[in-house]
Each structure stands twice: as structure tokens, then as C-alpha cells.
């Protein structure tokens, strides 16, 4: 027997209350879990996909040389594409190209021209730097074609940057400027320093970031 009178005017106005908040909720649920899988489809961190690791060598993603590390006389103000090199389980080298947004920009500059906001102790010698390949925006990877020397833009929206400076972004939609990533010299290798300086794309929150950097060191140990 129910315990409420199915006339009483005022039950039925909370019952139905209490019935659409609840409707309202589940639905609000479902789009929530529905955004979050769509943003974080089911991932599995395996080596190839992890972000840039310290240590990791930088080798050419494209052209005649692809494949082969990178080296300073390589590069130039003319956009590189690099992939970091890490190794396997079994310590033979594998590529991290499992995760497309782990493609590099990396330029070698004139003395004197990488300025701030460029974190100038991440570079190699204030001269050789690496940043995201993959803009802030929506993800498009940035390229230098028709550009002059020393500017990007994006195909997508015509997002700007600026890699002189940071990669800041300097024209279009772009929310914030691409990841400098910290390099290091060992022996004629470029290899990675350290983490990324800020969260590259497709982190939208810092502690996403710090979340995926966690879980590499804790996969890697
Ligand atoms: S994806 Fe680069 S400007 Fe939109």
C-alpha cells in the first residue's frame, strides 16, 4: 500500500519534481559521460603513445632523413618534423608515433633571435628548440610552408605563432601558445630534456597533465 494519498495535490507536485530532477540528472549524466568519452575515448598508455620522455631522442619524421636522429646541422629557421624516440620494454627503440600529437617542431635560430617569452634554458646553446607540432586550437598540425622564415600558421583556422618567441600565439583563434619542450645535447643527438614546459594539446586542464606525466613515471619504473 502506498504510503501517499494519490490525490493529495501537494505529493504529486513533488513526486513530479522528484521525477524530473531525476530525469534531468540521468540525462545530464549521460551528456556528461557521453562528453567525457568522447574527449577521453578508452586509452591505453602503451610506450609509443606516451608524451615526449626525458631522454628520448629526436629523430626526422619526414623526408630523406626520416628516421634517422636528428642532428644540429640538420636543422635551421625552416620547421623540422621530429618524432622522440624512447625504447621499448626490451630496450630496443621504438618511435612514439602511436599518438599523432606527439609531433615536433624543432629550429635552430641565428644567435640573439630565440628571445623570451622562449624559455632560453630549455634550448640548446639559446639557438636550437622544439615545441609542439600541434596547435592549441583544434589540433591541426602547424606548418611553415609559404610562411617566412621563422613563422607558422596553421592550415585549419590560420592560427599564428610565433616560435622566436615561445611559440606564442600571435594571430587567429588559438588559445595559448604550443608547448616548448626542454632539449638537451648527448654526444651529436638532440634528445629531450625534460616534460613539456605547459600542457600540449589535447590537455585541456593542468592536472590532465600532470595526471599523464604521472603515469609514464609510474609505467616506466
Ligand atoms: S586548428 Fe589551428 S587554428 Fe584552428
Redesign the pocket.
Known sequence: MTRYKKNDPEITRRKFINTAVGASAAVGGLALVSTLGGANPVFRLTRDKMPPVPGDVLIHAEGAKSGQPVTAADLSEKLTRAWPQGKDKEGNPLVRNGDPNNILAVYKFPPGQLVAPTNLESTIDGQIVAYSDI?T????S?SDDDQKAGQMK?P????QYDPKQGCKVVG???PRALAQLPLKMDADKIVVGDYFLTMPYPFLHEEEWEARKKAVEDALS
Open positions: 596547435c586550437h583544434a589540433g591541426c602547424v596553421c585549419c583556422h590560420s592560427g587567429g583563434p588559438p
